[in-house]
């Protein structure tokens, strides 16, 4: 599975930007899709998780109610919309996805990051 980013930028703070991941080379079985940010100095953190098998989304604390991931309307590209963006937002975004069966797995996948087993190349958000 190849995964590729795009949509990364600069903005002020209270502004919004959108973030895509396009699929590629995924198989017929379900998966999860996470989105992962690393800020230069701090650990990677899971912002949200999407389930493929039935649309569940699962978030973070840090950013339920200003981030909307959803399927976009091209194919095999899952969208993360990030509104009233903060200067603690600004890192690294990462796609990530690995095979799941169940829902569960997606929201376990925010916390254990490791099991994403194919990751995009990143793009950077800076809010300032």
């Known amino acids: 599975v190849q995964l590729v980013e795009s949509g990364g930028g600069s903005v002020q703070a209270g502004g919004s930007l959108r973030l895509s991941c396009s699929a590629s080379?995924?198989?017929?079985?379900?998966?999860?899709m996470g989105w992962v940010r690393q800020a230069p100095g701090k650990e990677r953190e899971g912002v949200g998780a999407?389930?493929?098998?039935?649309?569940?989304?699962f978030y973070a604390d840090s950013v339920k109610g200003r981030f909307t991931i959803y399927r976009d309307s091209a194919p095999n590209t899952l969208s993360l919309q990030m509104m009233s963006l903060k200067p603690e937002d600004s890192a690294m975004y990462y796609c990530?996805?690995?095979?799941?069966?169940?829902?569960?797995?997606?929201?376990?996948?925010?916390?254990?990051?490791?099991?994403?087993?194919?990751w995009g190349q990143g793009t950077q958000v800076t809010v300032s």
């Open positions: 080379g995924a198989t017929s079985s379900t998966y999860c």
């Open positions: 999407f389930y493929t098998g039935g649309g569940a989304i």
């Open positions: 990530a996805a690995r095979l799941c069966a169940t829902p569960g797995q997606a929201l376990n996948a925010l916390s254990n990051l490791e099991a994403f087993r194919y």
